[in-house]
């Protein structure tokens, strides 16, 4: 099994972020508060601001 791979993106133009594995997701996912398993199970997420819940960026599963 080929190791699946994220990218991590934020709406300010602050980059984007290549995630490897899922072990690697979740340590992203603590640290950006976004939930993993929804990005597992759907393909993708967004991650919203804490004060306004504006989209402030977003995680998505690459295709192979």
Do not use: N, P, S
């Amino acid at each position: 099994m080929t190791k699946e791979i994220f990218t991590m993106w934020f709406q300010d133009g602050g980059g984007r972020t290549t995630i490897w594995g899922r072990r690697e997701l979740k340590e992203y996912a603590k640290k950006y508060d976004f939930d993993a398993d929804e990005v597992i199970r759907t393909g993708e997420t967004e991650m919203l601001c804490d004060l306004h819940g504006d989209i402030i960026g977003g995680v998505f599963k690459e295709t192979e």
